[in-house]
């Protein structure tokens, strides 16, 4: 990735937008879509529109920039990712987080949808992602060093961020949801795992899995941001599964959680 591939998303972007850092850049994943209470929305973008970036195309992604007030807030929030998988390379995927760095916002919420591995979980319920596994072999950051997004070797040792969990938990608890702590399995999809596949991930460590969150994690890190993950479980993974998976039961398991995200999300918001 080459940082010059992004100044025309930025330059397309009004000025007011990098006037005032936002106090917290979301991206919002499969299913999360309806999770955004806003008071004053100060812009809306489709990404069809942001050079470089594209309109998703995975369903249960609205693809829409919005800039917004929440409780007196300044909030940046892309709902929808473009993923690896998508064949679009790099530069959409880390586009987002890329013009987050550029208004120099601090604290990034990355959210996905993800499948069950740890047998404690159910369908629903939330897992704060406390670290990462990342399956792929992939990193954005395979090519030339760019200092502008931190060390040649940047250190992972704790991508997200222990007091952004802990607002997360606090949340979680006075709204009584079904919440732990995990590790995120990141498989490059698009095909959903073996059986396998998925012992073998729980022999390694991983609670849950999924296909996306990671390179944005650790580009935020890598760049100096706090960065709080949250997964919506959506289905038991396979071969725990007794059906086979299907993104519609994804996209159907946001669609009944839309009302515990909105109260997770502002809750959070509100304790920043
Ligand atoms: N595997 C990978 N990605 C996912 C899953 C899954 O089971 N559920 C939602 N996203």
Request: glycine content about 12%; overall charge negative.
């Amino acid at each position: 990735m080459n940082p010059r591939l992004f100044d025309k998303a930025a330059g397309y972007l009004p000025d007011f937008c990098f006037e005032r850092p936002p106090d917290l850049g979301i991206m919002l994943g499969s299913g999360w879509g309806d999770a955004l209470l806003t008071d004053e929305v100060l812009l809306r973008l489709p990404y069809s529109e942001i050079p470089g970036l594209g309109a998703s195309t995975v369903k249960g992604h609205a693809g829409e920039f919005i800039l917004y007030t929440r409780g007196g807030k300044r909030i940046a929030a892309w709902c929808g990712r473009r993923h690896y998988y998508e064949g679009v390379g790099w530069e959409p995927v880390m586009l987002p987080v890329e013009i987050l760095r550029r208004m120099s916002c601090g604290t990034l919420l990355l959210t996905n949808a993800s499948g069950g591995i740890n047998p404690a979980l159910r369908p629903g319920d939330f897992v704060i992602i406390r670290d990462h596994i990342n399956l792929t072999g992939f990193s954005p950051f395979i090519g030339e060093h760019v200092a502008e997004w931190g060390e040649r070797f940047p250190d992972m040792t704790e991508v997200y961020t222990k007091r952004l969990a802990e607002l997360l938990h606090a949340s979680a608890n006075r709204l009584g949801l079904r919440v732990m702590d995990g590790v995120y399995a990141y498989s490059v999809g698009p095909c959903y795992e073996t059986p396998a596949e998925i012992r073998a991930y729980k022999a390694q460590g991983a609670d849950v899995v999924g296909m996306s969150t990671v390179p944005e994690a650790v580009f935020a890190k890598s760049c100096g941001m706090k960065v709080a993950g949250l997964s919506l479980v959506t289905n038991l993974a396979a071969g725990i599964s007794l059906r086979p998976l299907a993104h519609e039961e994804v996209v159907a398991a946001g669609e009944s959680a839309k009302g515990l995200m909105r109260g997770f999300m502002d809750d959070f918001i509100s304790r920043l």
